[in-house]
């Protein structure tokens, strides 16, 4: 089986990159690929990087309420694009009525800040490693 | 699970081991020499707080950080401030107005008025103040990229309320190194943003002299991560690159150095920040006479707004949150902050609700006027281990400090992201300790509830219909406009901005012509350039 590999990114304008940063190295230390896009990526960049990585997962962070838009923009791309099985993951602040809309929609799960390490790194490790399999 | 006594508890936040007990052995010239390197308060080279009645003479400065949605709604979050006893104001702006966005652009719209106040045009500055007397009041604009501009629409604002330049008070961050570091809302190269800076200092200097037209910033890289000794050593880094810049446009170092501000977090070890920011002092006055040869004291004199730590807070168990913003105003107070920000118990969710931020100000009140902390000067001064702890700070500090003069300064090092990487590295640190309980969190990784979960109130819900009537608005303003006059302005702006004069007059002239935010960035962009940060790895 070949490592998981995961896209992350901050898209929007937000520029609260601290908790990706970390969740990037401990995924790198557990033995993941990661290709951490950076800040201010639009959706059409983020998808586009996760079909050229061949993504397993992609994961977002968004801690300026946001949210709502942002993910409704990145789902519209990922289905355009074709890959709608690539699950995306959100991180940030996201209030518990938005994190059920939001897996309502399609998203695969919600990581909102104060999640422990490990946990975070689990979740989005199982969804990669199902798909990498 | 015992609370225990690990190995980290044994040494400060930032990894200083800690002994059982301090004597005076302990200071590296004894008792006698600490009278020089600590002076008296209000003289060199002031250790001991930049003035000598300290909070006798004055209190601290109780300035809670705000803005949301539009200029009417931020506005009356500010009356609500004041008329609760805050003493000054602090303005949050939106990201489009951060990053010189109009709220109209596609970028922007899903961001309008939710992290701070949304700003189009010099009019929406004149809404965001209505009622409130600018010649009187001081406030705090957290603008970094944009500030010129935002300078710009805030004399703009002063002049419609016939408030003179020489009464205009408070302080713009400006410091666009430490949104590379570390808040990350730059737009332009280094090289270019640097020079903006210096254009609203410049401008500053002769124009506003009772406004702070920086405030030289640690916080956000303690934030990203960095510990305190970091902090200290990148914020002098930045200082030293700011001061060359301007002394290399020829302004006397005298003749802005004693209106630079400076910002440092204030998080909880209590003694390591306090140690922090005495130490801190002490390193500006010896950087301000040795390196660039200052005269007038002023010029040595660091004073400093001290923000709480958000990073500190937990979404788990929010009430907690009280108390650790308790200790690090008490923190703030006892190194003699100028001013203060009081983070709100539920700001791990959202922007602060209206219950919260009271609280936050009542922290700082009941501090202020019930402890009785605020009776001497510099209380903690002459204690063995917070001397021996400052000197600690200061000499680790300056060894940081000579890492990124060996890389070429702090503006060279930050081209190169690596202040970043050793931002990122620490706050993984500071997780993985986190994660194996050696670093504790009370009711996160030792006290926690039994389920382990967490519910997320929604304490701040953005009204939707901001965003389409401020874009509404500022459509119907620029309909309004004299073409004529705005496209002169408009054509000034770009010539002095690729010519290289200071770009604040041209700013101001279009300002008063109707430029919208957006449209003066464009400017800059076009000349400038956009910059992207180096991969961190």
């Keep these: 089986m070949r490592p998981p590999r995961i896209v992350l990114a901050k898209p929007g304008l937000d520029g609260h990159d601290r908790g990706i940063k970390v969740i990037a190295m401990a995924l790198r230390d557990a033995g993941a690929e990661v290709v951490y896009l950076g800040l201010r990526r639009t959706a059409a960049e983020i998808v586009q990087a996760a079909v050229e990585e061949d993504a397993d997962i992609i994961g977002v962070s968004i801690l300026s309420g946001a949210h709502g838009p942002l993910v409704m923009q990145l789902l519209a791309e990922r289905e355009s694009r074709g890959i709608s099985d690539v699950p995306l993951v959100i991180g940030g602040t996201i209030p518990d009525e938005d994190a059920t809309r939001l897996r309502e929609l399609g998203i695969a799960a919600v990581v909102p800040v104060g999640t422990p390490l490990d946990e975070a790194v689990g979740v989005l490790l199982d969804l990669a490693r199902g798909r990498a399999a | ?537």
């Design chain 2, 1 to 537: 699970m015992s609370a225990g006594t690990g190995e980290t508890d044994r040494r400060t936040d930032s990894g200083i081991p800690v002994s059982p007990v301090y004597t005076p052995a302990d200071l590296v010239d004894g008792t006698e020499g600490l009278e020089a390197r600590l002076g008296m308060p209000g003289e060199p080279p002031f250790t001991r707080g930049p003035y000598a009645s300290m909070y006798r003479g004055r209190l601290w400065t109780m300035r809670q950080f705000a803005g949301f949605g539009s200029p009417e709604e931020a506005n009356a979050r500010f009356r609500f401030l004041l008329e609760q006893g805050q003493t000054a104001l602090s303005v949050a702006f939106d990201l489009p107005t951060q990053l010189g966005y109009d709220s109209s652009h596609p970028i922007a719209r899903p961001e309008v008025g939710r992290v701070g106040v949304a700003i189009d045009t010099a009019d929406d500055m004149v809404d965001l103040f209505r009622g409130l007397e600018l010649s009187e009041i001081s406030v705090n604009f957290t603008i970094n990229a944009t500030a010129p501009i935002i300078l710009a629409a805030y004399v703009v604002a002063a002049e419609r309320q016939g408030a003179p330049y020489e009464d205009l008070s408070g302080t713009l961050q400006n410091d666009i190194l430490k949104e590379f570091l570390a808040r990350k809302t730059f737009i332009f190269p280094p090289g270019h943003s640097i020079r903006l800076a210096g254009d609203v200092i410049e401008f500053s200097s002769r124009h506003l002299p009772r406004f702070n037209p920086i405030s030289v910033t640690g916080y956000h890289a303690r934030e990203a991560g960095c510990d305190a000794v970091q902090e200290l050593g990148l914020t002098m880094a930045s200082a030293i690159a700011y001061s060359d810049a301007l002394v290399a446009r020829g302004l006397p170092f005298d003749g802005f150095a004693p209106r630079l501000s400076f910002h440092f977090a204030t998080t909880l070890d209590l003694f390591e920040e306090v140690a922090k920011l005495r130490a801190a002092r002490r390193l500006w006055y010896s950087i301000a006479t040795e390196r660039f040869g200052a005269r007038d004291p002023r010029s040595g004199r660091l004073r400093f707004f001290s923000g709480n730590s958000g990073t500190t807070l937990t979404a788990q168990q929010p009430l907690n949150n009280v108390i650790r913003s308790t200790l690090q105003c008490l923190g703030a107070v006892l190194a003699g902050a100028q001013s203060i920000h009081v983070m709100g118990y539920d700001e791990p969710f959202e922007i602060p609700s209206e219950e919260a931020v009271t609280l936050s100000l009542r922290t700082q009140q009941i501090i202020a006027l019930e402890s009785g902390v605020t009776r001497t000067a510099d209380p903690l001064a002459g204690s063995f281990f917070v001397e021996w702890l400052t000197d600690e700070l200061e000499s680790r500090a300056r060894t940081v400090l000579a890492t990124i003069e060996e890389e070429g300064g702090a503006i060279a090092a930050i081209e190169r992201g690596i202040p970043q990487r050793w931002i990122a590295e620490s706050a993984y640190r500071i997780e993985r300790e986190t994660a194996s309980r050696e670093r504790k969190k009370v009711g996160v990784n030792i006290y926690a509830e039994p389920d382990g979960t967490t519910s997320r109130p929604r304490p701040f819900e953005l009204d939707e219909g901001v965003i389409e009537r401020q874009i509404a608005r500022t459509e119907d303003r620029i309909a309004a406009r004299d073409a004529t006059s705005h496209g002169r302005a408009m054509g000034a702006l770009e010539r002095v901005t690729r010519h290289g004069d200071n770009v604040m007059p041209a700013l101001i002239e279009a300002t008063r012509a109707g430029a919208t935010v957006g449209e003066m960035t464009d400017v800059f962009r076009e000349a400038f350039g956009e910059f992207r940060e180096p991969a961190p790895w």
